[in-house]
């Protein structure tokens, strides 16, 4: 089954709110806060609950020292941008521990099975 169309509507808004969000935060000498090839894994996760990579799953769970040694050259110079992205723009109830991470990943499962 697929997910119905109001909650179809909400997840292209919301996709679009992030993707503008996430390209107009630059820093003041011109770099991006959040790597662009990060954007989508962020996108899907949080609007669609798509389960991300093992870097954004430590982050999303709020293991640091995971997050850190999965982090590559570009990304752990990032970690502080990605805890403001979520603590700021995302719904609480998708990070913060491995069990938020997994009912997060669950409710869509269960919202596109219920269409």
Not at 7 to 15: A, G, I, S, W
Not at 47 to 65: E, K, M, T, Y
Not at 91 to 97: E, F, I, K, R, V
Request: glycine share 6%; proline share 6%; hydrophobic share 35%.
């Amino acid at each position: 089954m697929s997910i119905s169309p109001p909650e179809q509507l909400r997840r292209e808004v919301k996709t679009k709110e992030l993707r503008r969000l996430l390209f107009d935060q630059v820093r003041r000498d011109g770099t991006l806060q959040i790597p662009p090839y990060m954007h989508e894994g962020l996108i899907n996760y949080v609007v669609h609950h798509i389960r991300p990579g093992s870097f954004l799953q430590a982050l999303i769970s709020n293991d640091l020292f995971a997050a850190a040694s999965k982090a590559d050259d570009v990304n752990k110079d990032h970690l502080y941008e990605y805890v403001v992205f979520f603590y700021n723009w995302s719904p609480g109830a998708c990070w913060g521990s491995p069990e938020k991470m997994e009912a997060w990943i669950k409710q869509g499962m269960e919202e596109n099975a219920d269409g």
